[in-house]
């Protein structure tokens, strides 16, 4: 007799995370891991990979490294291709790669932002990863999980996708003005058209593409911008990165199987306001 932890068993699937070995996406390699996928870790950062891949093999669970650069066709359909080598299949991609500016201690001092002299090429490189890099992705790995009878496509939004990001939260005194760039809102609203055209365009195929939206996840931030942050939540702080597990993990599983074209919001209330 089935349970209701069935639904989330994903024993004999095979997943992707582009930008794998990140803050979320090392998160959400294991939570795939744990619950019986075999998963291709698939980042720029070969080194970050394969180590995360080392870990996660003495926890006994089923991985690959797989060095990616989301902006080349090529590149993506060789991660494609590396799954199937190393799997069989492909039931799982998750887009979470991404150019994300940064404010907490490691990128300190690196933003700026301001709209009116923000650079084109930065402008550029931005939509290539955040959006073609997410299209390259998908198109690449449609062929073979519709070849099998289906999949599931996570794709990595924002809260900055729904609504403007509050610029307070990122000032200083005394210090010069910085900003969350003109870039990340875009694309990442760009990304909820792109989930909600695939999710459409592959009715009827048993091919689900959903959204992921999450909101502010700590990493070592200064008390100064955690508290400026948290006030803007319903819950009063900043996430966890291994609280977007769970949503993720239902989103990629068959406890969300009739759900496509949606965009599942986990930020602790801050588009509720």
């Not at 080392?54 to 490294?65: C, E, F, S, V």
Request: charged share 15%.
């Amino acid at each position: 007799m089935s349970t209701v932890m069935d639904l989330f068993n994903l024993n004999g699937r095979a997943a992707v995370v582009t930008g794998g070995a990140g803050l979320l996406g090392s998160s959400f390699c294991r939570i795939l891991a744990q619950a019986g996928a075999s998963v291709v870790i698939a980042d720029l950062d070969e080194e970050a990979a394969s180590l995360l891949a080392n870990a996660l093999a003495r926890d006994g669970l089923q991985t690959t490294p797989y060095k990616v650069d989301v902006t080349s066709p090529e590149s993506a359909r060789g991660m494609v291709q590396a799954a199937l080598k190393a799997f069989g299949r492909l039931d799982i991609l998750v887009n979470c790669a991404a150019l994300d500016p940064k404010f907490d201690p490691q990128h300190d001092g690196q933003q700026a932002g301001a709209f009116e002299d923000y650079p084109l090429e930065s402008w550029n490189q931005a939509l290539s990863v955040n959006l073609t890099g997410m299209f390259l992705c998908c198109q690449a790995a449609v062929n073979p999980m519709l070849a099998q009878g289906g999949g599931s496509i996570i794709n990595l939004c924002s809260i900055y996708g729904l609504v403007g990001p509050d610029q307070r939260i990122y000032q200083r005194p005394d210090q010069p003005p910085r900003y969350k760039p003109v870039y990340y809102s875009v694309t990442k609203a760009g990304v909820l058209g792109l989930t909600r055209y695939l999710a459409t365009y592959y009715a009827g195929q048993n091919l689900r593409v959903n959204a992921l939206t999450p909101g502010g996840v700590f990493n070592d931030h200064d008390d100064a911008f955690v508290q400026a942050y948290s006030a803007r939540t319903v819950l009063g702080r900043m996430a966890g990165a291994g609280e977007m597990d769970g949503a993720l993990l239902f989103l990629a599983s068959d406890a969300s199987a009739y759900m496509t074209g949606a965009n599942l919001v986990v930020d602790g209330g801050w588009t509720a306001w």
